[in-house]
């Protein structure tokens, strides 16, 4: 069953649990290499520090501005992410040079009434929380439309049939084109990453699939899909995110915390993006 979701305009709906996807990214096994022989040693997981986690975003919309602060617990632990209260957070246009502080409206969740990000505008993230500043920078590509969602259906050797949704839009020419997508069906968060570069299709017009949603859609779904222009940090924080989750066929080998853009030491992620979205009925 999925989790039920706001499918709302909030993109920080999409992590429910950062505390417990970021504890699954500490490795189980250190493998220390000797002159003849290798140890294996066991890391206790019930054990490991608790780290901030900071998860805040900027859209080009005149909606709030969120941004959420948290901590990690054991892995072991219930999905109660203890909310960071108290916290000084501002929000800084570097182009207009306008700092927007955010209010604590709900624990560990800070927002704006309203805050529309500018394309091609950098912008820089300030948070002060239980005495240590930590800060990030995210710039807000030049928005892609979604020309349309079609889907694909397949059937595997056991007779059984899928069905994914493939996402079609044309990439502008230049490298350097970051994309994420978010998909809802029947108003439910499918809870996957799926992030894709133009690095092997530079310029041309792209037919997606989204192989991660097979086992969530079915003929007569509606299903709401979210295309996000991100910039090159945040693809790096979600790609490096995906075999931490496991929804994806490449496993990591040897998990590790994904690539935050966040400094001293907090997980998570800053993202100045833009959105373009589709409701279609799966077919």
């Known amino acids: 069953m999925l989790p039920k979701q706001d499918p709302g305009e909030g993109a920080l709906s999409r992590w429910n649990d950062p505390g417990k996807l970021l504890a699954a990214a500490l490795p189980v096994l250190v493998l220390l290499a000797g002159l ?22 900027v859209i080009n919309r005149n909606e709030p501005c969120t941004v959420k602060i948290s901590r990690t617990v054991n892995f072991s632990a219930d999905n109660i992410f203890p909310p960071v209260t108290g916290a000084t957070v501002q929000v800084t246009d570097s182009v207009t040079g306008v700092t927007t502080a955010l209010i604590e409206s709900a624990p560990g969740t800070y927002t704006t009434r309203s805050y529309s990000g500018i394309p091609g505008h950098i912008y820089n993230l300030r948070v002060v929380a239980e005495g240590k500043e930590y800060r990030a920078s995210s710039t807000m590509p030049v928005p892609v439309p979604m020309d349309s969602i079609t889907f694909s259906r397949n059937t595997d050797f056991n007779n059984k049939q899928s069905i994914n949704a493939i ?10 084109n970051y994309y994420q997508f978010t998909e809802y069906s029947n108003g439910r968060l499918i809870p996957n990453v799926f992030v894709f570069e133009d690095r092997l299709s530079d310029g041309r017009y792209i037919q997606q699939p989204l192989f991660n949603d097979s086992s969530y859609l079915q003929r007569g779904d509606t299903m709401l899909l979210k295309m996000y222009c991100i ?45 373009s979205q589709e409701r279609v009925r799966v077919y």
């Open 36 to 57: 003849a022989c290798k140890k294996v040693v066991q890391l206790d997981l019930n054990n490991a520090p608790s780290q901030i986690v900071i998860e805040g975003e």
């Open 231 to 275: 910039d090159k940090p945040v693809f790096d924080y979600f790609n490096t995110l995906i075999p931490v989750t496991g929804n994806n066929s490449f496993q990591s080998a040897t998990p590790a915390n994904p690539i935050s853009n966040i400094s001293n030491g907090a997980l998570g992620y800053f993202s100045a993006h833009t959105i």
């Open 167 to 176: 996402v079609n839009f044309q990439d502008p020419p230049g490298l350097g």
